[in-house]
Nanobody, 130 residues
Framework: QVQLVESGGGLVQAGGSLRLSCAAS????????MAWFRQAPGTERDFVVRITWNGLPTDYADYADFVKGRFTISRDRANNTVYLQMSSLKPEDTGVYYC????????????????????WGQGTQVTVSS
């Protein structure tokens, strides 16, 4: 049974940092596309970032414009864990952050769509105060 467990959320002041973790169990996701989405109250779930193995030593990652330069995704294959380092946080970054994994190769048009991902964590709350 596949399980994704997020942790690391919390309350932080604007300009601060947090590091989210997503620990996967049940199977290896060392070459899978893993992503972070977020959902603010009353809004849809938005794509934040994804990491994909492309056969090279360093995974490929792409970020939503609103987090570029502030957030960094990384993967620890040995521990089947993905991290999201968030810096220079803004109040608008507030929301529930979800980890997701795709069980197949995704086309470029599918990467940013939540329904393309097959497994989801329960989410971790991030609150950034002004």
């Amino acid at each position: 049974q596949v399980q994704l467990v997020e942790s690391g959320g919390g309350l932080v002041q604007a300009g601060g940092s947090l590091r989210l973790s997503c620990a996967a169990s049940g199977r290896s996701f060392s070459t899978a596309t893993m992503a972070w989405f977020r959902q603010a109250p009353g809004t849809e779930r938005d794509f934040v970032v994804r990491i994909t193995w492309n056969g090279l030593p360093t995974d490929y990652a792409d970020y939503a414009d609103f987090v570029k330069g502030r957030f960094t995704i990384s993967r620890d294959r040995a521990n089947n864990t993905v991290y999201l380092q968030m810096s220079s946080l803004k109040p608008e970054d507030t929301g529930v952050y979800y980890c997701a994994v795709a069980s197949r190769w995704l086309r470029a048009t599918e990467i940013h769509t939540g329904r393309s991902y097959d497994y989801w964590g329960q989410g971790t709350q991030v609150t950034v105060s002004s």
